[in-house]
Structure formats: structure tokens, C-alpha cells
């Protein structure tokens, strides 16, 4: 069974994974803090200003991620994520020393740049390593680094603000990422053949169970067939519908929470943490029962519609009772969540190693525009109406779109492998 070839790997790998991903997501969430606090009086940002800061980091995210993916599954991950780290930890670290809107403009395009290869990288990475009944957990522990990081940020930008400002939160959050750095190029291998912690034994066992799974997947010749794909195509809508919610909550919850009675940064860091527990144990629960079972849409459309209901429910209840609001926002967030492992394990099991870290990457892409309009144009609702109604149901629209179109795009146990086709390889 795949639960005895190298147990090392989860050990090695994961841990490194998920602090790689928690860094490089650290700087996306932290700017909401930013906003929040003193940042737009003292550079004398705009509300609709914001708003585009707040999303310029997606746009930047959205147009080199193919091109990263590429380069890390022909050439090396290890080497793109390393230079990555440097890279958005400067960048990151710069933010807390601007003194014009203009500098900011380009430190928050270039983070997305720097960062854009990060998650295909990510992602094909774990598929060199971990096989098809383990992907799905191997994907949710390298992308638990989202809400894990917000958990812990949220709850520490808040007093970091309150202690030494937003320079020094900024400035302190991104260093770790260029020590890191160092570390990453230390303990990660590309594959499992560079690695010498491994036996023969078992880095033999690892390539005949990932040949196994290649055998069962149809020949696909190029990124341009692959991209034709009716299940990429869908994929891709509907992850950038997907992320419009998700990006949109992370951005604007610490304004939401913050313009809440009697509110201050500190409390506004404690609660914006609470819906990333929630988020946590969901992750950990849809990709154990989608491996076990090996299906991956019953584990990703039922939690989309959720967060759409919940977002729904926001809306209804408004400002007239803001703990029941507060209370459907954390179901929200963590639905949203929960499917991320699932989700990402799909692409891999459809489409041959020569082009699906290219579809991981398209799909990802898509999902950076969904991000920079969620996170831009809840900003932008927010600031134009008042209050947060408006977005709670542009968020909840993008949510139910996205679990509509799961249903279409993903074929019941499609990851199931062909049994005749494994039998032969054996």
C-alpha cells in the first residue's frame, strides 16, 4: 500500500511546504491590517485607492504564473522558489518604508510577480513526491499555510500595530521569508531521485507507483490541447468565481470586524483569527474523506454552497445584530476553505506529468484574476455604499456560481484510475 513506500517523505516535505506557503501568503493577508490601521492616513490613500492596492498584488500574480509553472516542471522548483523567497521578502520588507502611494503601486504589482510561480511550483512539486491517494492531504498541509498564516497573523499584526505601527509590521513580517530562503534550498529535493535520505528501494517504489498512474491517464500531446480542455476551461471559471469570495473575506474582514461598536485593532486581530479554525479543521476533514474515498467533487461543490449561504445570511442579518453576522462570516470562511486539497488533487489525476502543472498553473491564474477583482471590488462596494451589504452578496453570487459549475465540470470518481491500464504496467 502507498501508506508504507517512505513514510519520510510527510516529515521531510510537508513541514518545509507549509512554512514556504505560509510565508509567501503572509504579505497578501497583512495588508488588510494595514489598511485597517494608519496606513491610508499617513500616505494619504483613498478608500478607492486602497481598494486597488489592496489588488494590484493579483494582477501582478496573474500574468507569469504559466511561465513559472513551466520552469519548475522542466527545470527546477527548488531553484524558482528559492529566488522567489528573496525576492517577496525585500519586497515585503520595503512596504513598511514607503512614503508615497506611487512606490507602494509597484512594491504590491511586483509581490504578485515575485510570488506567481510559488503555488504551481508548490503544487507540482507535492506531485513528484506524493501519489494519488495522498495528494489530496499533501495538497490541504501546503495550502493549510493560508489560513494557518492568517490565524496567527491576524492575532499578531494587531498587536504589532499597536506596539510599533504598520512600518515595523510590515518590515518585521517580511524578513523571515529571505532567512527562509537558505532553509528551503537546504531540505528540499526537486524529485525523488535527488534525494539521499531515501533508499533505492524506495525511491524504486515510488516511480513504478507513479508510472502505475500515468498509465491510466489519456496521452495529452501540449499545453494547447490540455488548455482545450472542457474540464480546464470549467476549472478555470470556476476557480476564479471561487476566489473572488475567498480574496474579497480575506482582504476586507479586518475593516468589516473593525468598524463593529467598541472595536479596537487588537480585538479586530483576535476575532478576524476565529473563521481561519474553523477553516483549518475543514481542510484537514475534506481531503482525508476525499483520499479515502477518492472523490474529489462531493468534497468541494456542497462547502462553495455553504459559504454562499452563509455570505447570504450576512446579508439578510446586516448591521442590526453584528455577532449572528460575525457568526455566518466564520461558517463562511471556513466552507470556503475546506476544499482546497480536493480541489487541487483533480488535474493531476486527469491530465499526464507533461502538462498538468501547466493547467495547475492556468487554473491558478484564473484564480489571481478572481482575487484582484474580489479584493478590488469588495473594497470598492464597501467604500461606495457604506456598509458591507453589497459585497456579501457579490460574494455569495461568485460562491454559488463556482459550486454550480463543480457539478459540471467534474465527473463522479473521476480520479479513479483505469484498472485494466494499471494491471498491464504492472
Known amino acids: 500500500m502507498e501508506t508504507t513506500i517512505a513514510q519520510s517523505r510527510w516529515y521531510r516535505l510537508i513541514p518545509v511546504a507549509f512554512i514556504t506557503y505560509s510565508l509567501a501568503y503572509l504579505d497578501r493577508a497583512n495588508f ?15 478608500p478607492a485607492t486602497s481598494s486597488l492596492l489592496g489588488s494590484l498584488f493579483f494582477l501582478g500574480y496573474f500574468f507569469f504564473q504559466i511561465p513559472g509553472a513551466h520552469y519548475a516542471a522542466n527545470n527546477s522548483a527548488k531553484k524558482l522558489i528559492f529566488w522567489s523567497l528573496i525576492a517577496w521578502g525585500g519586497l ?28 504551481p511550483s508548490m503544487l507540482i512539486l507535492l506531485s513528484n513526491w506524493f501519489t494519488k491517494t495522498e495528494r ?98 470549467l476549472l478555470s471559471l470556476q476557480y476564479a468565481l471561487w476566489s473572488i469570495g475567498v480574496y474579497g473575506f480575506v482582504m476586507w474582514l479586518p475593516s468589516i470586524i473593525n468598524a463593529a461598536p467598541n472595536m479596537d485593532i487588537v480585538k479586530t486581530g483576535w476575532l478576524s483569527a476565529v473563521p481561519y479554525v474553523l477553516a483549518i479543521i475543514g481542510m484537514f ?61 483533480i488535474i493531476p489525476e486527469i491530465l499526464p506529468r507533461n502538462v498538468s502543472g501547466g493547467a495547475m498553473a492556468l487554473i491558478n491564474s484564473m484564480g489571481a484574476l478572481g482575487s484582484f477583482i474580489g479584493s478590488y471590488l469588495v473594497g470598492y462596494l464597501n467604500a461606495a455604499t457604506g456598509n ?38 504492472v
Open 32 to 46: 488588510g491590517f494595514g489598511a485597517a490601521s494608519g496606513m491610508a492616513n499617513d500616505l494619504n490613500i483613498t
Open 285 to 345: 476533514s475534506a481531503s482525508y474523506f476525499s483520499d479515502k474515498t477518492l472523490n474529489r467533487k462531493a468534497f468541494v461543490w456542497p462547502f462553495l454552497l455553504i459559504g454562499a449561504i452563509a455570505f447570504y445570511g450576512s446579508y439578510l442579518v446586516g448591521s442590526t445584530n453584528f455577532w449572528l453576522s460575525f457568526v455566518l462570516l466564520i461558517i463562511a470562511g471556513g466552507a470556503m476553505y475546506a476544499p482546497y486539497g480536493p480541489f487541487f488533487a
Open 92 to 119: 515585503a520588507t520595503a512596504t513598511g518604508m514607503v512614503s508615497n502611494i506611487s512606490v507602494l503601486i509597484v512594491i504590491r504589482f511586483m509581490l504578485g510577480v515575485v510570488e506567481s510561480a510559488v503555488m
Open 136 to 233: 489530496s492531504r499533501a495538497n490541504t498541509f501546503l495550502i493549510l499555510g493560508n489560513p494557518a498564516t492568517v490565524l496567527w497573523m491576524s492575532i499578531l499584526s494587531g498587536y504589532l500595530i499597536n506596539s510599533v505601527g504598520w512600518r515595523w509590521m510590515f518590515i518585521l513580517e517580511g524578513l523571515p521569508a529571505v532567512i527562509w530562503a537558505f532553509f528551503w534550498w537546504r531540505l528540499v529535493d526537486d524529485k525523488p531521485q535527488n534525494a539521499k535520505w531515501l533508499s533505492n528501494e524506495e525511491k524504486e517504489a515510488l516511480e513504478e507507483r507513479f508510472a502505475q498512474e500515468q498509465a491510466g491517464i489519456k496521452p495529452v500531446k501540449n499545453y494547447a490541447e490540455a488548455f482545450k480542455s472542457k474540464t480546464v476551461i
Open 388 to 425: 458591507f451589504s453589497a459585497s456579501y452578496i457579490f460574494m455569495s453570487g461568485s460562491l454559488l456560481l463556482a459550486a454550480i459549475i463543480t457539478i459540471l465540470a467534474v465527473k463522479n470518481n473521476q480520479a479513479v484510475p483505469n484498472p485494466k491500464m494499471v494491471k498491464q504496467v
